[in-house]
């Protein structure tokens, strides 16, 4: 395990030294020296403990959406593209050919979670662990190696390095115009509307545009959609189709989560942090928990503005009859309270009181790899898990365990989320780098881990093996000489 921890930090050494030879900025660099004492004092606990056991953690939170809440995803990104598509013919003048064209197989196929979109050149990547750009599509046709390297010097690109050592630096400001991680299933259309928007402009001219100029019109579709205050409004034909169709698109969490959740309660504290609305939390929840959702968590936090709730200090608001009413502060927070928005501080000065530990050991479940996963681990310490249904869609060594939305989360164009193509051989997709380097352990369904004790041991990502923290098994995309 020693040697573990000398590679992990030689990593990002190796990255600080990429990223000072880029010329980026000395805050840039002096985050990455953070980032590297933070890893040692995790690998020194790492030392201690690279066997994962619920039971060693004070505080267990959860997000909701595709962590508890299991969405069917076919009917709901379907849904999405449909509502996205319409939005920008009808408002912004798209051309219906391109944006209306039908979901076929292969336009489906091209969906992949995780693609990273280039706004001005309308590109979309896929990077490996170290921020090369392996894989390209301009709009949806793929380009040559050579091709990428002409775009992309060395296949480099700052925006790239950016995300992979400070992804808060292009989550907001100027670089969240040039550029944008599909992180979760609300986002993952965005790459097919993007794409055929892109073939509609280049089909009218010869070669591509020195900038396009798209984001803008689909920040605005998707704002449209998913504003929060259309849900109670009936303002968007995303939240009135959820209203009068929950049973397409949310499946039932199983009762073996949600007993599981209510053992862990009479042991440990548990938490919610959403970033869904409370009014839309409270109807997801309610369909797919039941009515007493609430009363499986000892706070439930709202609207909290991942991942910017882990680094800056927001205040909680109190909530009544779904709207927010009072700004407080931590201390004023009660147990079994629904709150919205908030701060990662104050939240766990109130856990540790409810725990009655000054530094509570707190643990976050969650599926957003930027937000549920890598800035909160290295922004706040947090400990996570990752709940992946790529995972669980790709499949796992030795494991047959059928997805229902297969089709939608497995890409033949784009290949395994977990690797990307080197030639001839395949080697870690920067997001396969993400849940080694950040989490625990990788499940594909929290039904993984809901029929075993909190105490039972996991072995846990230490930096070495690779496949050693996903359970039950290694992805089967990930590079088979890691396998073997
Ligand atoms: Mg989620």
């Not at 989560?257 to 009014?279: C, H, Q, Y």
């Not at 030795?398 to 784009?414: F, G, Q, T």
Request: aromatic residues 12%; proline residues 4%.
């Amino acid at each position: 395990m020693i040697k573990i921890t000398q590679k992990s930090i030689s990593f990002f050494h190796k990255l600080q030294h990429k990223v000072i030879a880029r010329g980026v900025t000395p805050a840039i660099i002096s985050r990455n020296r953070l980032q590297i004492r933070e890893l040692s004092l995790l690998s020194k606990r790492h030392r201690e403990m690279s066997t994962f056991k619920f039971s060693d953690y004070d505080c267990i939170g959860f997000d909701l959406d595709n962590t508890i809440l299991w969405y069917n995803i076919t009917n709901m990104v379907e849904m999405e593209y449909q509502m996205m598509a319409k939005f920008l013919v009808e408002n912004k003048g798209y051309d219906p050919e391109y944006l209306e064209k039908p979901l076929t197989d292969e336009a489906i196929d091209f969906l992949q979670k995780g693609l990273i979109l280039d706004f001005d050149r309308g590109n979309i990547l896929k990077t490996n662990s170290e921020g090369i750009i392996r894989m390209v599509s301009h709009g949806t046709k793929f380009l040559t190696t050579q091709e990428i390297g002409e775009i992309y010097p060395n296949q480099k690109w700052e925006a790239i390095d950016l995300l992979t050592n400070d992804p808060m630096a292009v989550w907001n400001g100027p670089w969240s115009l040039k550029v944008r991680a599909l992180m979760d299933y609300f986002d993952m259309p965005f790459s097919l509307i993007f794409a055929r928007i892109v073939d509609s402009i280049d089909s009218k001219r010869n070669e591509p545009l020195d900038k396009y100029e798209i984001w803008p019109d689909l920040y605005a579709a998707a704002c449209n959609m998913f504003e929060r205050t259309n849900f109670r409004k009936d303002h968007s034909h995303y939240f009135t189709e959820l209203k009068k169709n929950p049973n397409k698109y949310f499946r039932k969490c199983s009762n073996e989560i949600v007993e599981w959740i209510r053992e862990i309660k009479k042991e440990r504290t548990t938490f919610l942090i959403t970033g869904s609305n409370v009014d839309f939390a409270n109807f997801t929840a309610t369909h797919t928990i039941g009515e007493d959702w609430k009363s499986l968590f000892d706070v439930v936090v709202c609207f909290a503005k991942k991942p910017g709730f882990f680094v800056k200090d927001s205040p909680f608001w109190t909530v009544d009859d779904h709207e927010e009413k009072e700004m407080i502060t931590g201390a004023e927070m009660k147990k079994g309270g629904v709150y919205s928005q908030g701060n990662w501080g104050e939240l766990k000065s109130f856990l540790g009181r409810l725990c009655k530990q000054e530094s509570p050991r707190c643990l976050y479940v969650g599926d957003n790899l930027l937000q549920d996963v890598q800035i909160p681990s290295t922004h706040v310490g947090l400990e996570t898990v990752v709940v992946s249904e790529e995972l669980h869609a790709e499949g796992m060594v030795n494991i047959a365990w059928p997805h229902p939305d297969e089709k939608y989360l497995v890409s033949s164009v784009w290949g395994s989320y977990f690797s990307v193509p080197d030639g001839e051989k395949r080697e870690d997709s920067h997001w396969s780098t993400i849940v080694e380097s950040y989490s625990r352990i990788c499940i594909p369904s929290l039904k993984v881990v809901a029929h075993q004790n909190i105490d039972d041991g996991f072995q846990a990502f230490d930096g070495g093996d690779k496949t050693r923290g996903f359970h039950p098994a290694a992805p089967a995309g990930i590079p088979s000489e890691i396998i073997s």
